[in-house]
């Protein structure tokens, strides 16, 4: 077998984006939808293996700013695409597009890459750790109840057609992005992601639907979803799927998850993707009937230990070092000093100095935003402590106030 690794040229994205969707069980995506990867798609920054004139594997990354501990927006690839023909499986090809992309995005200057993994055991061999969980739920309105703050019934809330509040929503979102590490910051034509509404994707509920909430004139939060009819012989039992809600105030929070709780003739709210320590667990009457499931979301590969280390802040004084592992990316491996003071401030060196933690760089992902503890790790077996007290140092430094969270899928 000959095969080339190259550049995807714009004129080949259907050919190529075409193997990607066979690798995902070949259905096609709706034309909206394929349209707008297609104009998202950073073509310089994708690549593909051609075997002769077919297309057997993809990779691609789009260029973010990611929000890490202490707010700062950092340079990162978001890893997308993925994929490998069923035709030519344990021959290389993904550690070939791993071993280039990772290469590609050392010479851009990024310190960091993330991704979404479809298989999250596939990644941790090239060094990505998960970083960050989402919560879903599954809750019984007709039993649990919201306690709502002060204020909640100032907030005035009003329908909008979804394309018209596209800009009202993304101004939200963004001012939302800082305070919470692992959120993206997008560049222009990402605003219109999630309101993309094929109908193939509603699951038998109605169009997407949005809601905006106001308070002293000033749009403060938005909530998009959609609603699924249902009956059964003792009357309605509909569900309102919430697939994107966020507000600037708590007020405007309660105000509309209140309004989703009590729309007309449903008896279930369902949310796939929320922060672990969403607010809404202390505004619903019985958490238990909640039905929470908690899984990985966004996988951390550090591409240059030391600026990444460097580019966030700390929640507490730190002074160690760190012996690091990274096979991937021998440039990482060695020690490394990590020092922070009071207000966070941070250098990270190479030194010769004795090692007090053991760790590889997949760990270190894990860790970055704040939402695994190294202590944590540490009891997994996965850090190990090689100066007494270096563990209970460096770990509490390492959290974040707010849980590591991806609100938009990429």
Known sequence: MTTELRVLQPSEWNEWFECLELAFGGVAEPPEQRELDEQLTECERSIGIWDGSEVVATAGAFSFRLAVPGGTLVPAAGVTMVSVASTHRRRGL?????????????????????????????YGRFGYGAASRQMSLTIDTDRVRLTVPEGTDEVRLRHAKPDE????????????????????????????????????????????????????????????????????????????TVNDLAALDPAAYAALWRFV?????????????????????????DVRRCNIRIRDSLHVRLVELGAALEARAYRAPVDVVFEVEDAFCPWNAGRWRLTSDAKGTATCRRTDEAADLA????????????????????????????????????SPAFSSDAAPWLPRGF
């Open 165 to 240: 509040a596209m800009a009202a929503c993304e101004a939200v979102y963004d001012r939302l992005v800082a305070g919470r590490p692992g959120t993206p910051a997008h560049g222009p034509g990402w605003e219109r992601k999630p309101m993309v509404d094929p109908v193939s994707s509603r699951q038998g509920g109605s169009a997407q639907q949005c809601v905006l909430a106001e308070l002293n004139g000033q749009i403060v939060g938005y909530v998009t979803y959609h609603i699924k009819p249902e009956w059964e012989p003792s009357g309605p039992k509909g569900k309102v």
């Open 261 to 285: 709780f009590e729309i007309d003739l449903t008896s279930t709210v369902e949310a796939r993707n929320r922060p672990v320590d969403d607010a809404v667990l202390h505004l619903v009457s």
């Open 94 to 122: 993904l550690t070939s597009m791993m071993r280039r992309q990772l290469d590609d995005v050392r010479a851009l200057g990024e310190p960091i890459a993330v991704l979404t993994a479809s298989e999250p055991v596939i």
């Open 359 to 394: 760790l590889t760089v997949r760990e270190l992902g894990s860790a970055y935003l704040g939402g695994e503890s190294l202590s944590s790790l540490a009891l997994a077996g996965r850090v190990r402590e090689l100066r007494a007290g270096a563990l209970a140092e460096a």
